[in-house]
């Protein structure tokens, strides 16, 4: 693969979420207004899609087959084959005017995911944030649930370092973070800015993934690109998408070799669009460095 490539043209409002199986060799991704949760098989070219109940932002393999699914309101399990949705838990019960936004699970397979004042509109439109009332939870293969930070603006970003001592998680109002993290405790402490530039040219953070040597793979909204961040928090790379809203990525492939992006219509006028057609598709790129096995959630 030569440069970056348009894979799926699916001008999704705003994909997210990435997620690569490697038992079914394809990527599914969230369309979050449409309501929608996507699968693409890249072998075969086949595509389907799924209408969900709820807004899903977020969403991680399940070890027994399947994938839980961050929902606006709960995070839940959920197969494909039967589209089963099931419940299994609601941590901000008392928090109707949050919604879930990124999540992803860590190596023992504990999914984390982050909420945020809900700025949709239940046909999609946006309407304004007010508040940073976001939590960041972990959620356990049983179930039970965990708040590990609050007061976040729009939660995005979860990647780990190679060696599992470090967390990274982002609020696209504050930069990226980094924490110490304590894997066989699924505990975080010292939270401390990681990666942050002024440079309106280069956008916000949103979704992130991490490669095998420890470089943070990190979306920019209305950035029109991926930056791939350096341990110490610099610049390593630059690569340009022909869009604006660059949203997420993920590794996939057989060999994990492949760069996947996801990418958002999401607002953009309609000057915007004629200027960027390929807007809200899926990209792929062969970055030269590989990504690290994602650990299914156990329960």
Known sequence: MSGVECVVDCKSMLGEGPVWSPAEKALYWTDVPAYTVHRWTPNTGEQRSWRMPEMVTSMSLRAQGGLILATSGRINRWDPD????????????????????????????????????????????????????????????????????????????????????????????????????????????????????????????????????????NARWDGACLLRWAPDGTIDRKVALPCQRVTSAIFGGADLDILYVTTARYDLSEGDLAEQPLAGGIFALSPGVRGLPEVPFPG
Not at 129 to 139: H, K
Request: aromatic content about 10%; overall charge negative; charged content about 25%.
């Open 82 to 217: 039967s589209d089963r949705l099931e419940t299994l838990a609601v941590p901000e019960a008392d928090l109707p005017d949050n919604r879930s936004n990124d999540g992803k699970c860590d190596r023992r397979g504990r999914f984390w995911y982050g909420t945020m004042q809900n700025n949709l509109n239940p046909d999609g439109s946006s309407r304004p944030m007010t508040d940073s009332s976001g939590n960041l939870w972990r959620i356990n293969g049983d179930g039970s649930f965990h708040c590990m930070d609050s007061g976040i603006g729009i939660s995005n970003t979860f990647a780990w370092s190679p060696d599992n001592r470090v967390m990274y998680f982002g609020d696209t109002l504050a930069g990226i973070h980094a924490y110490d993290f304590d894997i066989e405790a699924g505990a975080i402490a010292n939270r401390r800015v990681f990666a942050k530039t002024e440079d309106p040219a280069l956008g916000v953070p949103d979704g992130s993934t991490i490669d095998a040597d420890g470089f943070l793979w």
